[in-house]
């Protein structure tokens, strides 16, 4: 059972930063892709950026220019550095883990990122 944790949520002005990290219990070597994705209120959750075991990455047109996802396998950790941030990036974010092989998925307990002046 491979635990998740976030950090790095909280309040920031609209056109700031934030960098959101994802701590694992267990090496992420051997991932088939780990998945940033955010739940809006009243929204359905999506999809706002992947990266691969290979390293190759993709984002939602939303955020393509404005977010980077890496990850530091000698930390166990992968991160979402969130720039020009908008109102409308209000959410909570969640990380998601996919192994290689067994194809198991786990996620985080999510954290806050709320946009506003």
């Known amino acids: 059972q491979v635990q998740l944790v976030e950090s790095g949520g909280g309040l920031v002005q609209p056109g700031g930063s934030l960098r959101l990290s994802c701590a694992a219990s267990?090496?992420?070597?051997?991932?088939?892709?780990m998945v940033w994705y955010r739940q809006a209120p009243g929204k359905q959750i999506e999809s706002v950026a992947t990266?691969?075991?290979?390293?190759?990455?993709n984002y939602a047109d939303s955020v393509l220019g404005r977010f980077t996802i890496s990850r530091d396998t000698a930390k166990n950790t992968m991160y979402l550095q969130m720039n020009s941030l908008k109102p409308e990036d209000t959410a909570v974010y969640y990380c998601?883990?996919?192994?290689?092989?067994?194809?198991?998925?786990?996620w985080g307990q999510g954290t806050q990122v709320t946009v506003s002046s």
């Open positions: 998601n883990l996919v192994l290689r092989g067994s194809g198991s998925a786990y």
């Open positions: 267990e090496s992420i070597f051997n991932i088939n892709k």
């Open positions: 990266i691969t075991s290979g390293g190759s990455t």
